[in-house]
């Protein structure tokens, strides 16, 4: 499988030097050459296979030969370490749960599939070159890929937040790992650093001395392991009898997640249409409303991994469309909701059934699937939980006035020491990756 670059600026290349690369020489992002459906006669018998005979399925095709069939098994199995389960929590309406990785985040998937492959090429190098992973978190990227990433071989992962804006379990996630993982500070927002990081990649001077890479979602090899629970989900309710048309709703920041699902789509999966839900942050909705698409500056809100003002995958799904609008709109639909209406849905949900407790996430999700569901019935819906409520503790608290239980994979890193360097703008990260090059 080849993979090009969406600037249309950059030599073709295949799966290995596009995970190493992350973003193409000219700035664009990488897509697949070619998305050829799984046969039908798989997708009809999907419940007598295993999550990793799906997985497998589905990403070899991404891969190519690039990593032998025994080795991508085993970086399977490694990265489908924990559940999906789809609860059901109101009659059409049910939850995909993907939270239930070491840090509690859907992005675990990504983080640790990449990291795996990455490990696995740099394994296969001969010269045993260091390669650093650069990332900008919003929140909750960091925290999957420093878990991801921690003690692999020949990998260094430098991460970026926003100071101030990413929740106390977050940070504590980010920066206490030690071991490959160090975390920078920086005076802004994530925009900031996610454009820092974008700087990075085009640097010839960083270039002549180390070999860097991206994590963020912009990276093929986090990104298309996201399609895995779309199928995964759509295997569950085909078990359970579900025969309505399915809807998907995903709580949408740089458009990853919801975009892995229309490749699933792409791939030959029956779901009718996606939903990506938004907080104020609605470059995408308005978008979708009026044709023209202006990256904005984000704004912070209640549901911090989503404070993206200029989403970046969005031009995959451009490409999935060829462009075109109105073929977009048969599939996709995409609605923004305020930190109030968020935190009423969170009320909303748990007075359901009184149990299910969404984190601010999942609940903007959960209002973008009851908003396309109240012009569309006679489907199911999905909406994706993100993130486990414990990670957005004080709001959760607040509005529900009770105390979560604090599961034991955040319990452990509680007690440990922050450890961050801040930094104010591009030199000094420049600096600071190139000294830290040079001592090691
Ligand atoms: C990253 C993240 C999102 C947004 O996912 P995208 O793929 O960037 O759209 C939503 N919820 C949570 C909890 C996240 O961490």
């Known amino acids: 499988m ?4 969406l600037n249309n600026n950059a030599p073709k290349v295949k ?36 999550n990793e005979e799906i997985a497998y399925k589905v990403i070899q095709p991404f891969v190519g030969n690039e990593i032998p069939e025994k080795e991508l098994k085993k970086i399977i ?19 995909l749960e993907l939270f239930q990785g070491p840090t509690m985040a859907f992005k675990d998937v990504g983080a640790r599939f990449m990291a795996r492959c990455l490990g696995y090429f740099n394994s296969k190098n001969k010269n045993n070159e260091e390669i650093t992973v650069l990332v900008a978190t919003s929140g909750d990227t960091g925290g999957a890929v420093a878990s991801g ?29 030690g071991q490959n993982v160090s975390a920078l500070e920086v005076n802004g927002v994530f925009d900031d650093c996610q454009e820092m990081v974008k700087t990075a990649f085009l640097d010839q001077e960083l270039k002549d001395n180390m070999k860097l890479t991206s994590a963020n979602s912009i990276n093929i090899a986090r990104w298309l392991p996201q399609m895995f629970y779309f199928f995964f989900a759509y295997k569950t309710l085909k078990k359970q009898g579900i025969d309505k048309k399915l809807v ?27 939903v990506a839900s938004t907080n104020i942050n609605d ?41 075109d609008l109105y073929k977009l709109k048969k599939t996709f639909s995409s609605y923004s909701f305020t930190d109030k209406e968020t935190r009423k849905a969170i009320s909303t949900i748990r007075n359901l059934n009184g149990k299910y407790i969404a984190d601010p996430h999942g609940a903007v999700g959960y209002l973008g699937l009851k908003k ?45 020491e922050k450890e961050s360097f801040v930094i104010e703008d591009y030199l000094e990260l420049k600096s600071y990756l190139l000294n830290r090059q040079l001592k090691a």
């Open 283 to 323: 470059t995408v909705p308005k978008y979708m409303e009026a044709g023209v698409y202006e990256p904005k500056p984000s704004k912070e809100t209640i549901s911090n991994a989503m404070d993206v003002g200029n989403p970046s995958n969005f031009i995959r799904i451009q490409k999935i469309v060829n462009n």
């Open 248 to 274: 998907f709703s995903t709580p949408s920041g740089n458009f990853g997640n919801v975009c892995a699902g229309l490749m699933a789509h792409q791939l030959g999966l029956p779901i009718f249409h996606f």
């Open 372 to 416: 396309f569901m109240e012009t569309n019935d006679q489907v199911f819906g999905v909406f994706l939980e993100t993130a486990h409520p414990i990670k957005f503790r004080d709001t959760v608290e607040q509005q529900l006035g009770l105390t979560l239980d604090i599961p034991s994979q955040i319990e452990a890193i509680l007690d440990k």
């Open 77 to 95: 199995d490694e990265t489908l370490c924990f559940d999906f389960p789809v609860i059901e929590i109101e009659d059409n309406v049910a939850t």
């Open 15 to 50: 799966f290995k030097e596009a995970v190493i690369r992350g973003l193409a020489p000219d700035r664009g992002l990488y897509f697949p050459e070619e998305i050829t459906p799984l046969s039908s006669d798989f997708i009809d018998n999907i419940e007598s296979y295993s």
């Open 149 to 177: 990433f921690l003690g692999v071989k020949g990998i260094k992962v430098v991460i970026l937040y926003p100071s101030g804006k990413v929740s106390d379990i977050q940070e504590k996630q980010l920066t206490t790992n």
């Open 2 to 5: 080849n993979y090009f670059s």
